[in-house]
Every structure is written in structure tokens, then in C-alpha cells.
């Protein structure tokens, strides 16, 4: 019975150290690219960037978009709230190119940023920016890469994206 009683009271134990065990702070993610989707080129529908230094990751697929026709493309993502999204419409002129930085100022067509507060800003209002494709498969309508932007408009917050990344399946 002593035995009974000993294993109890151990069990016991170990059960309740294990659910007062605490996480330690440096377990959580404090690094906000450590937030955003993994820089991948296999066409895993991921798109996330920093708006101001804070990590935006796309999660829902719908919120994600890629038509490349005609040497134009349309590329976004945005949350479900529709708080943040990013559309970015470009004419290339020709076939999209890897390694080659293209300006989101001079060669977008359309550029719609709705960031913050509901602010809109539009390509005129971007000072700088360019987008680069690691990865451009055309037999299984793949594009990978990472994009970077400053913008301004009026009566808002200024706005650097930075370390945008997508890794995309697209329409054709």
C-alpha cells in the first residue's frame, strides 16, 4: 500500500510540474523577420513583409494574388482585415528576368499601398522602391522573390517595406 501511495504522489508530482512549467521569454519570436514566411522558391503561396519594422505574414491564400500575362503582373497580399495590403501592377516590357531589380517607381503602371490608419498611397507618392525574382518558372507558374519600398502621402505616417519576400504560384 506504502508503494501504491509513493507512485501516486510521484505521478502526482510530475504532473503538476509539468503544467506549472513556465516558457522561458526567449522562446517567443522577438525578431520580427523571424515572423515572415520562409524565403522559398517551390511555389508555397507565402507573402509577408515589414511595414515600419513590424512583420506582416499573408496566412490566408485568398488575400494572395499573382496573374502574370502579357509581360504584365499583378502582385499582392494583404491581411483579412484588409487593414495592410499590397498591390503592386507592373508592365516589364518582356519576359520577367531573375536577378534583376526592377524599380516599383519608374516601371509600375499601378501601385496601390493601403498600410496604415486607411491611408492610400500610390506610386507617385513612392520614392523608392525595386522588386527582384529569384525564381521564375514558367512551366509550373512559380515566381519567388523579395521586394522593398519607401512611401509617403499626405497627412500620414511615412512608410519603409522592407525584407518583402513571396514565393507565389501564379495565373497565367
Known amino acids: 500500500m506504502k508503494n501504491i501511495k509513493r507512485i501516486t504522489t510521484i505521478a502526482l508530482s510530475i504532473c503538476i510540474l509539468s503544467a506549472t512549467s513556465c516558457k522561458k521569454d526567449d522562446d517567443t519570436i522577438t525578431d520580427p523577420i523571424d515572423q515572415l514566411p520562409p524565403a522559398t522558391q517551390t511555389g508555397e503561396n507565402t507573402f509577408g513583409y515589414l511595414v515600419n519594422g513590424d512583420a506582416v505574414a499573408v496566412t490566408n491564400t485568398r488575400k494572395i494574388t499573382a496573374i502574370y500575362q502579357q509581360n ?11 487593414e495592410i ?21 519608374k516601371l509600375s503602371k499601378y501601385t496601390d499601398f493601403n498600410i496604415i490608419d486607411k491611408c492610400k498611397y500610390d506610386i507617385e507618392d513612392a520614392y523608392q522602391g525595386s522588386i527582384m525574382f529569384s525564381n521564375v518558372d514558367n512551366q509550373n507558374f512559380i515566381l519567388s522573390g523579395t521586394f522593398e519600398f519607401s512611401t ?21
Not at 504584365?72 to 484588409?82: A, S
Not at 495590403?85 to 524599380?103: A, C, H, Q, R, W
Not at 509617403?152 to 497565367?172: H, L, M, Q, S, W
Open 72 to 82: 504584365q503582373l499583378q502582385l499582392g497580399g494583404g491581411l483579412t482585415n484588409d
Open 85 to 105: 495590403d499590397i498591390d503592386i501592377t507592373m508592365f516589364v516590357g518582356g519576359p520577367l528576368e531573375k536577378n534583376v531589380s526592377y524599380s516599383l517607381v
Open 152 to 172: 509617403v502621402a499626405d497627412n500620414c505616417e511615412d512608410v519603409k517595406i522592407t525584407e518583402g519576400r513571396f514565393d507565389v504560384k501564379y495565373t497565367p
